[in-house]
């Protein structure tokens, strides 16, 4: 709701255009990060600070450029502090994932006062959202099909290991990107190489080609769902019912079975987050970085220290 909502009311009433992915990108990571941590005094005394660590990200963004030295640098550190800390049992680690998060994915978003509102709106509303339907969580879903990182038996030395290998990785990638600039469509979406990486990259090499599976097949799934939409759908159907039904459908699967919702999102990102037409340019760059971010992910997961153990599940997650 927090996530399509903005945009499905700025495509029918034409107004708040520039506003409207603005507070659904925050609502996004916010309601992923803020509903990865177990209900409780963690969520409260975490909520804020993921909701504050938005807007403070692209405040810096807009103070330092993204693809400068600099800008590498924090995602680096963000990225460290995130791999350190387990993302379900620590506050901190949610955090520097938000932080982490939003460095990658609010490049271009102006740090003005304005847009500052805007993403404290959508954040504070995806956290309320997150809270109010903890009633509707049923005991069977209560763990993802593939178990998360932090509900594996991880020691502190694999998790320094996962930590550095995420970040050296990271920093590399986002070198690269820079490199590649801004100078087309399909160019400008190259910091999706670095979601690929940053959701691919687990502490198990295991895990990582498993993540990687499902992230680079769904993609590429949705994209021929995509180009299906664009052709056969008018625009007031898909963005009065399609986009709704595929946003909820999507969130629905994301515990079962991830590649479903990545296939499901990629239509959503492609076609509702633009003027509702097809570029071919942005779906070729969807894919492509996508496909290159999770390969890069998987071969890092076996040459920066890896380990050839599989993963195993901690006592009260067996």
Known sequence: MAFVG?????HVTGRWQHDAPIVAIAALLVSL???ALPPGRIRR????????ALPVAALVDSAVPPHSATGIGLLVLAALLAGLAPLRSAGAGAVASAFALALIVLGHVPGTSHSVM???????AAMALVVVTDVLRHPRLGLPALPAPAVLAIDSA??????????VTLGAVAT??????ESTPFAAHSSWMLLGVWIALQPHAHLTRHMAVQRGVGTALGGLVTVL?????PHG???????????FVAFGLRTVNYSWYCVLLTPIIVLGFADLTLDGQVLLARITWTAAGVLVAVVASHVLWSRTSRPVLAPASA
Do not use: D, K, Q
Not at 6 to 10: K, L, Y
Not at 45 to 52: D, K, N
Not at 118 to 123: E, I, M, N, Q, S
Not at 229 to 233: D, P, S, V, Y
């Open 6 to 10: 903005p945009v499905v009311v700025a």
């Open 33 to 35: 990060i803020g509903g």
């Open 45 to 52: 005394t975490s909520a804020p600070l993921l909701v504050a």
């Open 118 to 124: 805007l993403l404290l709106f959508g954040g504070a």
């Open 158 to 167: 694999e998790r320094r290991r996962h930590a550095v290998r995420l970040a």
């Open 176 to 181: 690269l990107v820079a490199l590649v600039g």
């Open 229 to 233: 939409l664009a052709a056969t759908m």
């Open 237 to 247: 159907l898909w963005i009065g019912w399609v986009f709704l039904a595929l946003a």
